[in-house]
């Protein structure tokens, strides 16, 4: 069977929604650098309005700019003719500054066992079809990232959804987790911190999913991608808990250095022998797709050794949007949220009237206000418990305007039952 039959008949369907509503959603203005907000418009009854894009996690979009200094290594590389292809597992300068960083953050690897890669989005598709076989399973956490849910459909394999909880935190449930283990269980995915949820899990659940995966013979997944957006400080890696534990850890430029666009990210596969099969494979696979961008690839090193100080400022302006966006929606009636501790992402509920679904919220949101988020179960949620998540990377002053559009329509779809 082709790819597009095998991923579109094994996604749920609340997936593909999710998808379509993205690829909709993502279309951007004209505007050479321009913030995407007041780009399209949706008509209500009464007049055109502008949208405002609180979908899309790409700080960029908001204004946010790629610090300068990985803007000139980018652009060196080019100018000094570093314009064909590369080393498959990614120029020697980066994967060392992979390791380095790895290893001065508790999880030491040597720079054999990093790899660069396409976003961590690459490096996800990498390992899973690595390490999985056809009918084989995976962990995923529930609300989910729904690229671990393609992947595993484009390989043949499955997805087995553990809850995290929202009445805790979003901590992962993990009786529900233990309960799905079955012997053709292969990965646990650890997303930590978390989109969509903003969690990040305390030192004793973090020890709770390394003892379950080495009880299984799990290779832990660990995406890390806001490992440096927790709002006190960086998020540590879980690999610094068990520094032999089977764990690959992801992460990339995309988020906390400010350049999705690049497409440029890594994998560090722990130094744990279990892993060595796996580590070959991975590199075989990636022998396959010849590199990844190669000029980008000159700026890891100055990001992961160079100047950071991009990033506290970036961390203060995600945690005064945070505590705006969870002050303005525990203030709606029939609102609630977890405070999210890292990144840009909160997943709200709204108290839906009987009958109602979370797409029906999210879609009367967008038609009345402009105001255009991602409804929970495009992450796998049920439809009538009303979650939908927001990305709150617009400016402070957009967001107070946001949320009080928010809070006027939420009344009036609510009172109408
Ligand atoms: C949890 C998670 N993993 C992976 C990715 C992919 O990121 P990248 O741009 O590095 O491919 C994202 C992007 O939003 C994400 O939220």
């Known amino acids: 069977m082709g790819y597009i039959r095998r991923v579109a008949s094994k996604l749920p369907p609340e997936l593909s929604v999710f998808a379509g509503f993205l690829g909709v959603c993502r279309r951007r203005p004209g505007v050479p650098g321009g913030p995407p907000l007041y780009s399209d418009q949706v008509s209500s009854s009464h007049q055109a309005t502008a949208v405002r894009y609180l979908n899309v996690g790409d700080p960029n979009a908001f204004g946010f700019k790629t610090p300068p200094h990985l803007v000139a290594a980018v652009e060196r590389a080019m100018r000094d003719g570093h314009n064909g292809y590369g080393p498959s597992p990614g120029i020697p300068a980066a994967r060392e500054a992979v390791a380095a960083e790895l290893t001065s953050c508790g999880f030491p690897i040597s720079a054999d066992r990093a790899l660069i890669t396409a976003g961590t989005s690459e490096a996800i598709d990498l390992v899973l079809s690595a390490l999985v076989d056809g009918g084989g399973e995976v962990l995923v956490p529930m609300p989910t990232y729904p690229l671990y849910t393609a992947v595993l459909a484009k390989i043949d394999a499955r997805a087995r959804y553990y809850l995290t909880d929202p009445t805790r935190g979003w901590q992962p449930d993990l009786d529900h987790l233990r309960s799905l283990v079955t012997s053709n269980t292969r990965a646990l995915v650890v997303i930590d911190p978390n989109n969509p949820t903003g969690a990040t899990y305390p030192a004793s659940t973090r020890r709770e999913l390394l003892e379950f995966a080495d009880r299984h013979n799990l290779v832990i997944l660990a995406d890390e991608v806001y490992g440096d957006l927790g709002y006190d400080g960086p998020i540590e890696?879980?690999?610094?808990?068990?520094?032999?534990?089977?764990?690959?850890?992801?992460?990339?430029?995309?988020?906390?250095?400010?350049?999705?666009?690049?497409?440029?990210?890594?994998?560090?596969?722990?130094?744990?022998?279990?892993?060595?099969?796996?580590?070959?494979?991975?590199?075989?696979?990636?022998?396959?797709?010849?590199?990844?961008?190669?000029?980008?690839?000159?700026?890891?090193?100055?990001?992961?050794?160079?100047?950071?100080?991009?990033?506290?400022?970036?961390?203060?302006?995600?945690?005064?949007?945070?505590?705006?966006?969870?002050?303005?929606?525990?203030?709606m009636a029939g609102m609630?949220?977890?405070?999210?501790?890292?990144?840009?992402?909160?997943?709200?509920?709204?108290?839906l009237p009987p009958g109602r679904t979370d797409e029906d919220y999210v879609l009367g949101l967008l038609r009345a206000t402009g105001v255009l988020c991602v409804y929970g179960s495009g992450f796998g949620m049920r439809p009538e418990d009303g979650f939908f998540r927001i990305v709150f990377l617009a400016p402070p002053d957009e967001l107070t305007a946001i949320y009080k559009m928010m809070a006027d329509f939420t009344t009036q779809y609510l009172a109408r039952g």
């Not at 609630?336 to 108290?351: D, E």
């Open 237 to 331: 890696p879980l690999g610094k808990l068990d520094p032999d534990a089977a764990i690959i850890t992801f992460s990339s430029l995309s988020k906390a250095y400010l350049a999705p666009g690049w497409r440029t990210g890594w994998m560090g596969v722990g130094r744990s022998p279990r892993l060595d099969g796996a580590l070959a494979a991975i590199k075989k696979m990636a022998d396959g797709r010849l590199c990844s961008t190669v000029p980008m690839q000159f700026a890891v090193a100055e990001a992961l050794l160079g100047d950071r100080s991009h990033q506290p400022i970036f961390r203060n302006e995600l945690k005064a949007r945070a505590a705006l966006t969870v002050r303005s929606l525990t203030s």
């Open 336 to 351: 609630s949220c977890v405070a999210p501790i890292a990144g840009f992402y909160v997943m709200p509920k709204v108290q």
